[in-house]
């Protein structure tokens, strides 16, 4: 089946530092990711769709400068957020879509604590 | 905008009892819906979907829901709980299989002894 890799699975970084976190589907072609974010006990967020070659699209409310989005192939998606504080300490998830067979695969997600 | 409600924060069942965990969405158009689980510090884990073919779908460990339009609702369902069932559940709602997924504010499932 559809497996989608995520790492790492948890980062500890200095406040001021930036942190990528990459996201690869190992037997499809993710022609879209979605990266989301999860406060504890809450939902998922969605924060960015990106497709392959193109520019991500980010939700209302998203800074995009902040959370940098790269999809540069069709296996590969990166997330780097960007002189991390403190409040940008969640718990990151990407979802990853092939063809109609595969649907949405999620990846385990990533733990950052900025401190 | 496509979006869906999860009644109750918490639910809890005792071991071997019906879990009903529900569900009601809103969508413009016929919608994709699914199930997740997650447990602590994990991913996520589809356990059914429905894309508008048959209304009753099953999925993994046992788990049913049923696509009823007029109720506009996806509840959950499975026969007997068991300990393992213990996590967090979400359900979502798509509207087109290249669309985003929006996700419900999940349901804590604990499974009384």
């Known amino acids: 089946g559809a497996v989608v890799s995520q790492h790492p699975s948890w980062v500890i970084c200095k406040s001021g530092t930036s942190v990528k976190i990459e996201c690869r589907s190992l037997?499809?072609?993710?022609?879209?990711m979605f990266w989301y974010r999860q406060f504890p006990k809450q939902s998922l967020m969605l924060m960015a769709t990106s497709n392959e070659g193109s520019k991500a699209t980010y939700e209302q409310g998203v800074e995009k400068d902040k959370f940098l989005i790269n999809h540069a192939s069709l296996t590969l998606s990166t997330l780097t957020v960007t002189s991390a504080h403190p409040e940008d300490s969640s718990f990151y998830i990407c979802s990853a879509r092939g063809t109609a067979s595969y649907g949405y695969t999620f990846g385990s997600g990533t733990r950052l604590t900025v401190v | 905008a496509q979006s869906v409600t999860q009644l109750g924060s918490h639910v809890s069942v005792s071991e071997g009892a019906l879990v009903l965990l529900r569900c009601n969405y809103s969508s413009s158009v016929p919608p994709y819906l699914f199930w997740y689980v997650q447990y602590p510090n994990q991913g996520l884990q589809l356990l059914l979907k429905?894309?508008?073919?048959?209304?009753l779908v099953k999925g993994i460990n046992d788990f049913e829901a049923e696509f009823k339009k007029s109720e506009t609702s996806f509840h959950l369902t499975k026969p007997s709980a068991h300990m393992s069932d213990a996590a967090e559940y979400f359900c979502a709602v798509s509207e087109g299989w290249d669309d985003k997924i929006i996700f419900g504010k999940g349901t804590r499932l604990h499974i009384l002894p």
């Open positions: 429905y894309t508008s073919a048959a209304t």
């Open positions: 037997d499809f072609q993710a022609t879209t």
